[in-house]
């Protein structure tokens, strides 16, 4: 039987060698197809190798409601550094300054109380509130009784001149009107012949300081410390010198002892608002009976029974009535008394004395002006002692 196929033996070796190296290409070729894209694929570049890179694909923008903080954008080709804190503009609110006051100078204290008081309209010629009293206060015969006899009078008036320059520059916006305040009936420590506690000053002495008084344009103050005397036996001795325009009168119930019968000086004396009632009756008289302008009556207080039944004193437009802070001390003890006495019980206008001596034996300085004036009310009536 011939055989069907070429068999590699009955080849001639050249023959054999070829076939073998055609087979090997065939072979080849068909594991090379087998790493080429087939024919359904989405490559848009078919044939191309599997490598190419692949297309870039455009930057999106960022979504509208997406904001970045300051210098923190991740597209920043800059290395990525903590950002930077911003000062952020801040309104500061203003702290309200809380206002202070000490004893006798909050408005709001004195008003609770009824200042301003509601009091008769003031008549023409009339010095209060218009101007501010500025006194000296004491008695020519002795120098322990205040100013007024410490010293000759040329240096006496010109201390009160200088004293008004001061209250002048403290206060700019009110007159300044000098006063010599006279210690006219002095309380005694011994009876005296009338049995009284008092002493009343000779005419003569009256006489020398209102001449004074005129020389220094001033006002005179006539004051009265009755011991152990009544008020209407005392007053009508005075008549002759307080039909005067200029000559207004002072009270000082420290030494008004005619009903517990005290030694001045051993005990602290009291004035009722019906002694009080019937003084101002007295001067409302003179004012009517001589046609002047009204009275100034000062009333010295340091103590809550000095004066008694306060609201039942009586105002009237002839009278000008001064509650005077009489006591002595430190500056703290002052305003107390001030505000305790004063403020707290509103009669019509306010004083306040000053010691130059008492206010200062203990290390302690004499207050200002400025320093007055800072009370609420003002002090209208000013004394020196």
Known sequence: MKPTGISLANLAPASRVLLILIAFLLALAGYGNAHLPSSNTSNVYPWEPATTPAAVVPEQPLPANEIFPPNTDPSNSEPETAPTPTAEPTTVATPTPVLKYRAGEDPEFARQNGWPVNAPKPLPGAILPHKRIVAFYGNPLSWRMGILGKSTKENMLQQLQQEMERWKAADPSRQVQPALHLIA??????????????????DAIVKQVYAWAKEANALLFIDIQTGH?????????????LKNPDVHLGIDPEFNLIKTGAVPGTEI???????????????????QKYKLPPKVLTLHRFTRNGVTNVSEITLSPEIQIVMHMDGWGSPWLKRDSYKRYIVAEPVQYAGFKLFLHNDTKKGDRL????????????????QYQ
Do not use: C, H
């Open 229 to 241: 005397d009544d008020l209407r036996e005392l007053l009508p001795r005075f008549e002759w010198i």
């Open 367 to 382: 207050m200002t002006p400025e320093e007055v004036l800072r009370l609420n009310p003002k002090p209208l009536y000013i």
């Open 185 to 202: 009936v002095t309380a005694q420590p011994t009876s005296g012949k009338a049995g009284k506690y008092r002493m009343i000053m000779p």
């Open 269 to 287: 004396g009291t004035l009722d608002a019906k002694e009080v009632n019937y003084v101002t009756s007295y001067l409302r008289e003179l004012v």
